[in-house]
């Protein structure tokens, strides 16, 4: 059971240039979010998902987009990177429900935009 | 979604109790308390949640005061793995986000 694990675990682009962020989960949650964290700040989210297929935005969803064909992946996009984007990006997922509200989170991608 | 306060750092030494306050006097009756902490820049870890009563874990200890204003994150024992930035948040809406703020910085001395 590897939980929440993120591909790649650091990348570095130049202004302009596209990538995507891969979030995967091996314990059947539904819920899955993208959230940014910058230097000395608390995370924000960016968008999430309730369920396969769909997806929502949170509070700071410019400039990114996200997929959820599978359960188990939810993919973060980036269509022309930005040095405002330089961030570390954590993935979390949790099971539905009132009370059992724990996230699980993986261990971030570091993104350096020249 | 509830705001919280917490003081952005805090010393403790090792083998002793660490008591992390969090004020959140704008909570709701249906909100809980949570609280994870952040190792060294990597994910947040899940420590325990609370919604009324005291909560104990293998982890921690949560003490919700009556009037669910404030509450205070107990490590019992702490070590210097227990090194960290810890957040206190109260849950939000239906969709499970978590509204991080700076927390507060813990720092386990020898």
């Known amino acids: 059971n590897a939980g929440v694990t993120q591909t790649p675990k650091f990348r570095v682009l130049k202004t302009g240039q596209s990538m995507t962020l891969l979030c995967a989960q091996d314990?059947?949650?539904?819920?899955m979010y993208w959230y940014r964290q910058d230097p000395g700040m608390g995370l924000r989210l960016i968008h999430y998902?309730?369920?396969?297929?769909?997806?929502a935005k949170g509070e700071v969803p410019d400039g990114y987009n996200v997929s959820r064909l599978k359960k188990q992946n939810f993919l973060l996009g980036l269509e022309s990177a930005a040095p405002s984007q330089t961030s570390v990006y954590f993935c979390?997922?949790?099971?539905?429900?009132?009370?059992?509200?724990?996230?699980?989170f993986g261990p971030g991608t570091r993104l350096t935009v020249l | 979604d509830a705001k919280t306060t917490q003081p952005p750092s805090m010393d403790c030494a090792e083998g002793r109790a660490a008591n992390l306050p969090c004020n959140h006097s704008?909570?709701?009756?249906?909100?809980?308390v949570y609280w994870y902490r952040q190792i060294h820049s990597q994910g947040p870890q899940y420590i325990i949640h609370?919604?009324?009563n005291n909560e104990t874990n293998e982890m921690a200890s949560l003490i919700i005061t009556e009037d669910r204003k404030s509450s205070t994150l107990i490590l019992p024992h702490a070590t210097l793995r227990d090194t960290a930035v810890y957040y206190c948040?109260?849950?939000?809406?239906?969709?499970?986000?978590?509204?991080f703020g700076q927390g507060t910085i813990l720092t386990v001395h020898p």
């Open positions: 979390a997922s949790r099971r539905q429900g009132w009370s059992t509200d724990t996230q699980y």
């Open positions: 314990m059947n949650h539904e819920y």
């Open positions: 998902s309730v369920g396969e297929g769909t997806t």
């Open positions: 704008t909570i709701s009756g249906n909100e809980y």
């Open positions: 609370g919604l009324k």
């Open positions: 948040i109260v849950r939000g809406t239906s969709y499970g986000k978590l509204t």
